[in-house]
């Protein structure tokens, strides 16, 4: 069923996957000018992966005959103090998304738009996915301790071929 309460929440997550694109992006110009490679590699990755969320977003909204819409993206932080703040802050905005898709499936609960609540069943493992290898660079970082970036920089990049190989949203 077409819910405009759904649409509305639909809207508002095409303009928050998109500012994830953007704050992963300028993260990862961050790490770049820092001279950390493999961070850059990874967050440039997540950046593409955000948009590729966006895009499915919007394809989805105007499939479901409603209209969507393509935001103004408020300007990311563009500096880190330093590597474990940048990660920290991965993982508050990925729980913030993943509270924000489990309000949209409330949503379609309430208005009985099951097709919508199926098809985010996707985005809602996928939350799980991104939660869990943030939390494994969390712990990494935690080993290396703050000296030892050279390592954890080096490692990064095996971490996400780990994890991008089950990814399906
Ligand atoms: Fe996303
Ligand atoms: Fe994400």
Same mark, same amino acid.
């Given at each position: 069923?077409?819910?405009?309460?759904?649409?509305?929440l639909? @809207?508002?997550?095409?303009e928050?996957?998109?500012?994830?694109?953007l704050?992963?992006l300028?993260?990862?110009?961050?790490?770049?000018?820092? =001279?950390y490679?493999g961070?850059?590699?990874w967050?440039?990755?997540?950046a593409?992966?955000e948009? @590729? %969320? #966006?895009?499915?977003? +919007? %394809?989805? $909204?105007?499939d479901?005959?409603?209209?969507?819409?393509?935001p +103004?993206?408020?300007?990311?932080?563009?500096?880190?103090?330093?590597?474990?703040?940048?990660? @920290?802050?991965? #993982?508050? %905005?990925e729980?913030?998304? /993943?509270?924000? *898709? @489990?309000?949209?499936?409330?949503m379609?609960?309430?208005?009985?738009?099951?097709t919508?609540?199926?098809?985010? !069943? =996707?985005? $809602?493992?996928?939350? *799980?996915e991104?939660?869990?290898?943030? !939390?494994?660079?969390?712990?990494?970082?935690?080993?290396? =301790?703050?000296?030892?970036?050279?390592?954890f920089?080096?490692?990064? $990049?095996?971490?996400?071929?780990?994890? /991008?190989?089950?990814?399906?949203a």
């Amino acid at each position: 069923m077409l819910s405009s309460k759904v649409e509305e929440l639909m @809207n508002a997550q095409i303009e928050k996957e998109g500012y994830s694109s953007l704050l992963y992006l300028s993260m990862a110009s961050w790490a770049e000018s820092k =001279g950390y490679p493999g961070i850059s590699e990874w967050l440039y990755a997540q950046a593409d992966e955000e948009k @590729n %969320h #966006m895009l499915d977003f +919007v %394809h989805y $909204v105007n499939d479901w005959l409603w209209k969507a819409v393509i935001p +103004v993206l408020k300007k990311p932080t563009a500096s880190y103090s330093n590597v474990k703040v940048l990660f @920290n802050d991965v #993982m508050s %905005h990925e729980q913030f998304i /993943s509270a924000s *898709i @489990n309000d949209i499936v409330a949503m379609c609960m309430e208005e009985r738009d099951f097709t919508t609540q199926n098809w985010l !069943q =996707g985005f $809602v493992a996928e939350q *799980i996915e991104e939660e869990a290898s943030v !939390q494994a660079i969390l712990d990494k970082l935690n080993l290396v =301790g703050e000296h030892n970036m050279y390592m954890f920089d080096r490692d990064i $990049v095996s971490m996400r071929n780990d994890s /991008s190989s089950e990814d399906t949203a």
